[in-house]
């Protein structure tokens, strides 16, 4: 089974959802790191990752992982996602391992 190296690639902030929804955060995510790498293995979630995040782009771990593509990527074996925390999103680079 393929790894899938997972990238924070950007963390973005939503000011205005923030002042008017947040509250007791952060404005921008603090349980991950931009450029932090972390590696899926046998479809399981790596240690120290944000397990909200975790459901969000587990579909396409799998996918990657099962040697599925994404044709809008002009990479093959990666995809683009992000987590769906409206206020805070993360945004990940998922790449398959050989």
């Known amino acids: ?3 899938i190296r997972i990238t924070v690639a950007k963390k973005m902030s939503n000011p205005e ?3 008017k929804y947040g509250q007791k955060l952060t404005p921008l995510c ?3 790191e931009e450029g932090a790498v972390f590696l899926s293995r046998d479809y399981h979630m790596p240690e120290g ?3 909200w995040a975790w459901a969000d782009i587990h579909r396409e771990i799998i996918t990657l992982a099962m040697g599925g593509e994404y044709p809008w990527s002009s990479q093959q074996g990666a995809a683009v996602a992000c987590c769906t925390d409206g206020l805070r999103p993360v945004v990940f680079v998922l790449e398959r391992v050989e």
């Open 1 to 3: 089974m393929p790894t």
């Open 30 to 32: 603090d349980l991950l």
């Open 49 to 51: 990752f944000c397990p």
């Open 17 to 19: 959802l923030y002042a």
